[in-house]
């Protein structure tokens, strides 16, 4: 919805990206009064052909060569936009929630735990949870958690499944690459049970997490998920 674009979508998007832009021949700087006199960063990214219509955007491959090489990384940009019904939109969620999950835990720990706990943020969890692998074997954890993002299914898509935004916190039962450990979700269950969290179950047909790892590691390992349902992930 362009009418409710943050303020800081208009300026930020313009002042990181709109030198590059010119460099590549596709915008101009923005003129002061064309800010002021614009409703929207939508507004004048719209005039400018980039919004929503960026596949149109022609690039030579010579002056592509020139800003990047083959295999380089590249992120995607977007605003944090606050949703209705208490919802947000933004960028890399998966897996950017679960570290802040993480992040929160830490917070919480006092130190007085009987047990150790470690706070795990790994890396290539999509291409094969090749992060994981190393850190599980290292650790040879009793107990694993992935705290991960899962796919709703409330809305038209190609998954089948009972995931829904509004349905709570998920507790992974299963994917197709783990089936977790029946005591830790029964654990899980009774601490939402005990504290109030509204919570949902979680099996999907697709997709998977680091909990599959650590699974497999050492001589197996009892693992479950704790997952936020988002919609399009990926």
Request: a negative charge; glycine letters at 8%.
């Given at each position: 919805?362009?009418?409710?674009?943050?303020?800081?979508?208009?300026?930020?998007?313009?002042?990181?990206?709109?030198?590059?832009?010119?460099k590549?021949?596709?915008?101009?700087?923005p003129?002061?009064?064309?800010?002021?006199?614009?409703?929207?960063?939508?507004?004048?990214?719209?005039?400018r052909?980039?919004?929503?219509?960026?596949?149109?955007i022609?690039?030579s491959?010579?002056?592509?060569?020139?800003y990047?090489k083959?295999g380089?990384?590249?992120?995607?940009?977007?605003?944090w936009i606050?949703?209705?019904?208490?919802?947000?939109?933004?960028?890399?969620?998966?897996?950017?929630?679960?570290?802040?999950?993480?992040?929160e835990a830490?917070?919480?720990?006092?130190g007085?735990?009987?047990?150790?706990?470690?706070?795990?943020?790994?890396v290539?969890e999509?291409?094969?949870?090749r992060?994981?692998?190393g850190t599980?074997?290292?650790?040879?954890?009793?107990f694993?958690f992935?705290v991960?993002i899962?796919p709703?299914?409330?809305?038209?898509?190609?998954?089948?499944?009972?995931?829904t935004?509004?349905?709570?916190?998920?507790?992974?039962?299963?994917d197709p690459?783990v089936?977790?450990?029946?005591?830790?979700?029964a654990?899980?269950?009774?601490?939402?049970e005990?504290?109030?969290?509204?919570?949902?179950?979680?099996?999907?047909?697709?997709?998977?997490t680091?909990?599959?790892?650590?699974?497999?590691s050492?001589?197996?390992?009892k693992?479950?998920?704790i997952?936020?349902v988002?919609?399009?992930?990926?």
């Amino acid at each position: 919805d362009k009418k409710n674009l943050p303020n800081k979508f208009l300026g930020h998007y313009l002042s990181d990206f709109a030198p590059d832009l010119l460099k590549l021949g596709l915008s101009k700087s923005p003129e002061a009064s064309e800010i002021e006199n614009s409703k929207s960063g939508f507004e004048i990214l719209e005039k400018r052909m980039l919004v929503p219509n960026f596949h149109a955007i022609k690039i030579s491959a010579h002056d592509a060569a020139k800003y990047v090489k083959l295999g380089d990384v590249c992120g995607y940009f977007g605003p944090w936009i606050d949703l209705q019904n208490d919802r947000v939109s933004s960028r890399s969620l998966d897996d950017r929630i679960g570290c802040y999950q993480l992040l929160e835990a830490l917070k919480e720990n006092d130190g007085t735990y009987p047990n150790d706990v470690y706070y795990v943020f790994t890396v290539q969890e999509e291409v094969g949870c090749r992060g994981s692998k190393g850190t599980a074997a290292r650790i040879q954890p009793d107990f694993g958690f992935a705290v991960d993002i899962t796919p709703a299914h409330d809305y038209p898509c190609d998954l089948q499944g009972s995931n829904t935004v509004d349905g709570g916190i998920g507790i992974k039962i299963c994917d197709p690459s783990v089936v977790c450990d029946p005591d830790l979700v029964a654990a899980m269950e009774e601490c939402c049970e005990r504290d109030g969290i509204k919570y949902q179950r979680e099996v999907i047909d697709k997709g998977g997490t680091d909990a599959s790892s650590m699974n497999l590691s050492n001589w197996g390992v009892k693992v479950s998920g704790i997952v936020t349902v988002v919609r399009y992930p990926h």
